[in-house]
């Protein structure tokens, strides 16, 4: 079993919906990193967080360290939103390794 | 002006063939670092460099053997390449270590087949 697993694997929505992405991890960890890959496989990083809550425009990143769990939301989703999220963390001891979950992958229809 | 970029995009060759990748990044970071995508599309690290110091390395077959001639540049160069290579190699640099203090920016990949 990964270490980190996102769910869900694949989502379709329509414009405007309220999109909610989960990871779940198994580790202590340092770090939480959202990050976006594009169709044409390009990798942007989204968020990183430790605590709380961040806000970027239409995308909010959650996290809960307790339970082991961050959310990715995005509000008012458009079709370019449509993409793969991936959610990784940073192992606790070892605070320059990232361990990656398998990707949701987001079709946004207009 | 892009921030990190690889040379090549698209690489193919042949089995037990050489090759490298390189990379470079023009933020100033300290440090950089290099991932394999499988045809599953799971991300793992393989190496990370700090200051040109390896940091990181990920139980990857000594064939992969990454080399740091400046803080910009990460290049990966690859002996006798196999079919299981075949992959998206990405390239990512980082303003500080360790990460979890900072975000990372990803180069656009390069697609290496190996036939």
């Known amino acids: 079993k990964n270490e980190v697993e996102q769910s869900p694997q694949n989502l379709t929505a329509q414009e405007g919906e309220f999109i909610t992405i989960n990871c779940s991890y198994s580790?202590?960890?340092?770090?939480l990193h959202w990050l976006q890959q594009h169709p044409g496989g390009g990798i942007v990083s989204l968020f990183m967080?430790?605590?709380g809550k961040k806000k970027h425009g239409r995308l909010i990143a959650t996290i809960n360290i307790q339970e082991k769990h961050s959310s990715l939301h995005i509000t008012a989703s458009h079709p370019r939103d449509s993409a793969v999220y991936i959610c990784?963390?940073?192992?606790?001891?070892?605070?320059?390794?990232?361990?990656f979950g398998t990707g949701t992958r987001l079709q946004v229809f207009p | 002006d892009t921030a990190v970029s690889q040379t090549p995009k698209y690489l193919v060759t042949q089995m037990g063939n050489d090759k490298s990748i390189k990379c470079e990044q023009n933020?100033?970071?300290?440090?950089m670092y290099w991932y394999k995508q499988d045809s599953k599309k799971f991300l793992k690290i393989m190496f990370s460099?700090?200051?040109?110091?390896?940091?990181i390395n990920e139980t990857v077959p000594n064939r992969f053997s990454p080399k740091s001639p400046d803080k910009a540049h990460l290049n990966l160069h690859i002996n006798s390449l196999e079919l299981g290579d075949s992959a998206v190699y990405f390239c990512?640099?980082?303003?500080?270590?360790?990460?979890?203090?900072?975000?990372?920016?990803f180069g656009p990949g390069t697609r290496l087949t190996v036939l």
């Open positions: 990512a640099s980082s303003q500080v270590w360790p990460l979890l203090l900072d975000t990372q920016y």
């Open positions: 967080l430790s605590s």
């Open positions: 580790v202590g960890i340092s770090a």
């Open positions: 990784a963390v940073g192992l606790q001891y070892n605070t320059d390794k990232l361990i």
């Open positions: 460099y700090n200051n040109k110091e390896l940091i």
């Open positions: 933020l100033g970071h300290d440090t």
